[in-house]
């Protein structure tokens, strides 16, 4: 699967995992209509590009009303982040983050398995982790006939520390 961070988001909701309120929007109205409908305060305006990086190369925005949403909708559509061009951003509902995870499973076609990723250390620089500091980020092969079970799952936290 390859997918923008609103359809992940969707699918873990379906799922009963948590998140954040969410909307989706091709312009600055969508977006001011967005903002409103999550309910006025702060929000997080994301750019939906299938890279990383996002935030690094200002896709990544800060508003506290549904007008600044707007404004900062119409700065990133349009943008190009990493040789994509913007043309959905997610106005998500703000949070206070008291710590980030990163997450991820990658198809690995060597082995012929999927290999999970897992880091307490997540956030907006979790390709350089790999580089500078790869024992952070742990990594455990999954079989795809049997997927990640519950102690599949208490494997991978295990290892992330």
């Known amino acids: 699967m390859d997918l923008f961070e609103y359809q992940a988001r969707d699918l873990f909701a379906e799922h009963g995992v948590p998140v954040l309120e969410a909307?989706?929007?091709?312009t600055?109205?969508?977006?001011?209509?967005?903002?409103?409908?999550?309910?006025?305060?702060?929000v997080v305006v994301k750019a939906q590009v299938k890279a990383g990086g996002r935030g690094k190369a200002g896709g990544v925005?800060?508003?506290?009303?549904?007008?600044e949403a707007?404004?900062?909708?119409?700065?990133i559509l349009g943008m190009d982040i990493k040789g994509?061009?913007?043309?959905?951003?997610?106005?998500?509902q703000g949070a206070s983050i008291e710590q980030e995870y990163y997450?991820?499973?990658?198809?690995?076609?060597?082995?012929r398995s999927y290999l999970a990723m897992a880091s307490k250390?997540?956030?907006m620089e979790t390709e350089q982790l790999a580089v500078e500091?790869?024992?952070?980020?742990?990594?455990?092969?999954?079989d795809p006939l049997v997927g990640i079970d519950e102690a599949k799952a208490r494997e991978i936290v295990d290892a992330a520390g």
């Open 121 to 123: 250390e997540g956030g």
């Open 23 to 26: 909307a989706v929007a091709e």
């Open 61 to 67: 925005k800060l508003a506290h009303s549904p007008d």
């Open 84 to 92: 994509l061009t913007v043309h959905r951003v997610m106005v998500a």
């Open 28 to 42: 600055p109205d969508q977006a001011r209509a967005g903002a409103e409908r999550i309910g006025g305060g702060t």
């Open 133 to 142: 500091r790869p024992d952070a980020l742990a990594k455990v092969a999954v």
């Open 103 to 111: 997450f991820s499973v990658l198809l690995d076609r060597s082995n």
């Open 70 to 75: 707007a404004e900062k909708a119409g700065e």
